[in-house]
């Protein structure tokens, strides 16, 4: 078991704040732990076992514990800050909503009302509308769920009057899922939904100032069976969204969210990590080719995985400034992004003391924004300490080539890392809100003896685009079907009444013939990721057919435009 000083300290009134309920995401592969109040993936209340199970069944875990991290500085230069790890001096984050008017929490009850999950899935929501539908609810042959019944859709007193959206079947502003048929509209296949605060009373935590804050948390996965497999990774991913209330009147400066991760790629005791600033996202690999069993926790053998904690995008707040760093500022849909990738050691260990974990708003802080406990800069190089030029993202280097900076290249001890994935700074205005999340996505090779990190590029990469494709198109679609009839991810193609094209073979693992409808003086193709990147170009000139060469590229889903004047065709087509 995994030596943490909780294990020895947690006290009766701690386990009182934090409550007993917990739910698990187990839509798909994965089986995930959800704590109430900013924990997740740990057994908080029992052995302090990790609980992020994947492939669900199989007695193997790829993270152990996770939060977010949120701090910045007031008018006046003081710093407010709100974090979680373990717990073990106290809390920075309480059950319940913030009071609209002052930020303050409506006392003891607010917090035990709210202390609570609220777990919603398709299948949930399908039933019900079909119970209601045919009369049983009203007839009382029907049970309701509980989560669907008791859904915090409206705030009460001065709490946030629409609190989590729903299905308002007669539009008349009022959640009744007993008389009117309503229910939650929840992200993914299944959604975990928590609403927190941090300012209930000191963080005795982080030991940091209360910024006024409420956060309402989903967690949600999605499960597709019948999808390609080169798409197989979304049901290995879970994703975790956050919207954030800065409920208070202060407006504040220097803003840094974190995502936490401990991340424990089964052995937590051997593991490396890394970052990728094209795709947004960083990881956790194995730092050996063979994971072996720890203190009762299970490795993943010879075929070890990667831990991929990737930011999705989500919109910033109007804040004055250019926070996805394109030269504009403010502009619509501008998003944030992954501004810095930093980590700490575990106080177990021979490590400097300047890297291990932190005690106090400052250091927390610090970490949050590219600095070390001592307040001294990450470097490049070695282990990102004591070295003369500062950066902000650690080990971006490409591990499968073991080419520029990456911990296998400088030869650093593996060990019990935490990953800090983090957007600032930012600013926070007063009665404002934000967006923000990520996912945690999956990737591991079964049917190779080899170790995962050496195909890098083709499998993890792969998975981390296809993920947030597959998310992207699927926002704000409540519970539809995932899947086209031939069984691939599908979103509507741009269709030309003028120009038309029969694409194949497709799936392809090579050349795809284009076959047009009309000779064309001039058309050009391109290839593009899903990401909207173009791979090549290529010009057909009087000519109704074209040999589209794709071997080079990696397995997964892209498209290929055809453009000709103001002619265009789109078609998706699948690499395997």
């Not at 609980?51 to 007695?59: C, Q, R, T």
Request: net charge negative.
């Amino acid at each position: 078991m995994k030596k943490i000083i909780l294990l020895s300290i947690i006290s009766v009134n701690l386990l009182a704040q934090t409550g007993n309920t917990v739910k698990y995401l187990d839509k798909n592969k994965v089986k995930a732990r959800i704590n109430t109040v900013n924990d997740k993936f740990w057994n908080i209340n029992g052995n302090g076992a990790a609980s992020y199970e994947v492939p669900a069944g199989k007695g193997r875990n790829a993270m152990f514990a996770n939060s977010i991290w949120i701090g910045g500085l007031d008018g006046g230069g003081q710093l407010h800050l709100a974090a979680n790890t373990y717990k073990q001096s106290g809390t920075d984050f309480w059950p319940g909503p913030l009071d609209t008017t002052n930020a303050s929490t409506i006392g003891t009850p607010s917090t035990s009302l709210y202390n609570k999950l609220w777990k919603i899935d398709c299948n949930d929501i399908a039933n019900f509308v079909t119970a209601f539908n045919n009369g049983s609810v009203t007839a009382n042959t029907y049970t309701i769920p509980a989560d669907i019944l008791n859904y915090p859709a409206k705030g009460i007193g001065n709490y946030q009057r629409n609190m989590a959206p729903f299905v308002d079947v007669n539009n008349n502003g009022i959640y009744d899922p007993f008389n009117d048929g309503d229910y939650p509209i929840i992200k993914g296949h299944q959604q975990i939904l928590s609403i927190y605060n941090d300012n209930h009373t000191i963080h005795s935590e982080s030991q940091g100032v209360p910024m006024g804050i409420e956060i309402h948390e989903r967690s949600y996965s999605y499960s597709d069976p019948n999808i390609v497999d080169s798409m197989q990774a979304i049901n290995y991913t879970t994703f975790h969204h956050y919207t954030i209330y800065n409920r208070s009147l202060t407006s504040y400066q220097q803003v840094y969210l974190t995502d936490w991760s401990d991340v424990d790629l089964g052995n937590y005791g051997d593991d490396y990590i890394g970052s990728d600033t094209i795709n947004n996202f960083a990881y956790c690999y194995n730092g050996d080719s063979v994971d072996e069993n720890i203190s009762g926790a299970l490795g993943y053998g010879n075929k070890p995985p990667v831990s991929s904690l990737v930011l999705l995008p989500t919109n910033c707040t109007q804040d004055g400034i250019d926070n996805n760093h394109n030269g504009q500022i403010d502009e619509s849909g501008e998003q944030f992004d992954m501004d810095l990738v930093t980590y700490y050691n575990n106080n177990v260990g021979a490590f400097p003391p300047q890297t291990t974990n932190p005690s106090i708003a400052t250091h927390y802080y610090n970490y949050m924004s590219g600095r070390w406990k001592d307040n001294t800069p990450f470097t490049f190089g070695g282990n990102g300490y004591s070295g003369s030029a500062a950066t902000k993202i650690m080990y971006p280097g490409d591990p499968q080539l073991n080419s520029g900076w990456t911990e296998t290249a400088v030869g650093n001890t593996p060990g019990d890392r935490r990953i800090l994935l983090s957007s600032g700074p930012f600013a926070f205005p007063a009665r404002s809100k934000i967006e923000w999340g990520f996912a945690i996505v999956f990737s591991q090779d079964t049917a190779n003896a080899v170790n995962t990190i050496t195909e890098f590029n083709q499998r993890v990469q792969r998975d981390v685009r296809n993920v947030k494709y597959y998310d992207a198109i699927h926002q704000g679609v409540q519970c539809a079907p995932t899947t086209t009839a031939a069984g691939a991810t599908g979103i509507a193609e741009q269709k030309s009444q003028k120009m038309k094209a029969v694409i194949y073979p497709n799936p392809t693992n090579g050349f795809l013939n284009i076959l047009l409808n009309e000779t064309l003086q001039l058309a050009q193709i391109r290839l593009i990721d899903i990401s909207g990147r173009t791979l090549s170009e290529s010009l057909i000139e009087n000519n109704s057919q074209f040999k589209l060469d794709v071997s080079n590229v990696e397995k997964g889903i892209y498209f290929v435009e055809i453009t000709s004047g103001n002619k265009k065709h789109t078609v998706k087509i699948i690499k395997n």
